[in-house]
């Protein structure tokens, strides 16, 4: 006797019922809603639950997302629920499970864990100036740290936003840029490293451009994101400047695989990077990045 | 514009820090003031390199033509010297320089201050060793540019 088949397949988007306990192991399934192509290789999904959600994320916080059958990466959260509606992350495909995840259009499902780590504290910015750089896909867990220090700009001194890129071409979010550069007081700066003529920003190293910033390097709280190497040199230049160590925020890029402190594959020195990080201050990263370890 | 007010303007520059103010009198008696619009270039590559540029207010593109048009490579901004040419021979511009927005500068005529520094060495001393500093600043930033920091092979 053949067994009925059911009306519909199961597949991972239409099976029900409650989830097996959370635990953080387990991904809660998410649908993409929304697709943006930001530049060449790099893309901006935005997801809502299809399970019970995941905790809201504090901005610096990561995921890790399943490409079903492919793969899981850890990846920033680049849009908080709170502040967008939607779980939002930008990827730039340069593995096989970021190509996968870039290449979701709307209606797919991915797998969602977290969220993890330790994030920007935002907050504890307030009645400071705000000095944010990010560089290339840096910007990408920055944004919730703009959208936050916007959405509460009062309670912050002066805020300068210094963006690096390849080409102008390969800005993300350009024109949301635009955006916060029309907002009154807060000051936006652009730098690229290659431009063709029209390009009206600047080109050059993001280091060449903070002496201009209108900012009190001793009474600034910097939050910095993106290539380790612009890291260490932005940082090194905002400390000597007069910045407190305790006051730089950069947020460490590590092989992150079970996100939970358990399988040791993003240690750095004594840290777990996904759970003792991604965010730290430059007091602690400083002589774990001037560490050569291999 | 009087050598006075030049020298204000040249002893308001960070660029110029540690120099002595008889230094800075010295440097302003071979400038003056000079203003830029937006799309003037200051100069062309291979033009002879007669003065250097103090960029008081404005921003300035280096560029170097290539068959598909011209390539920005650098901008200095505000309170940034423009131009080493003039220090060694040929004396000669590598790249074409513009202003990208109007700029205020003031221009320093080359053979004027290459003189003062061959007649007191020691003035000459203080000067290089400030042109220096300023070269191995934009020499170090262009080899971290050169790691291609966004490209993909440095993702984060």
Known sequence: MVPEMPAEAPTIANVTGSRAPAGPMVPARYRVTDHRQDNADTVTISLMPIDDPIDDPQPGQFTMLYAFGVGEVPISVSGCPRHEGVLMHTIRAVGATSRALCRLEPGSVVGVRGPFGVGWDVSSAEGSDVLIVGGGIGLAPLRPVVREVLAARERFGRVALLIGARTPEDLLYAEEVERWRAVPDVHVEVTVDAASRGWNGHVGLVTALLDQLPITPSLTTSFLCGPEVMIRVVARDILEAGSPADHIRVSLERNMHCAVRQCGHCQLGPLFVCADGPVVTWAVAADLLAVRRW | ?156
């Open chain 2, 1 to 156: 514009m009087n050598a006075t007010s030049i020298r204000d303007l040249l002893a308001a520059q960070p660029v110029l820090r540690d120099l002595e103010p008889a230094d800075i009198d010295l440097i302003a008696g071979c400038g003056h003031n000079e203003v830029f619009p937006a799309g003037a270039f200051l100069t062309h590559e291979d033009d002879q390199a007669n003065h250097f540029f103090i960029v008081r207010e404005g921003q300035v593109a280096l560029e170097m033509h290539t068959s598909t048009g011209p390539l920005l490579i650098d901008t200095i901004g505000a309170r940034n010297l423009v131009g080493w040419s003039w220090l060694f021979p040929p004396y000669r511009w590598v790249f074409d320089v513009a202003a990208i927005q109007t700029t205020h500068a003031v221009v320093i005529d080359a053979a004027c201050l290459r003189d003062k520094c061959d007649a007191d060495t020691a003035f000459g001393y203080r000067v290089m060793k400030r042109f220096a500093q300023v070269i191995v600043d934009r020499l170090q930033t262009t080899r971290v540019r050169l790691l291609d920091l966004y490209g993909a092979g440095n993702a984060c």
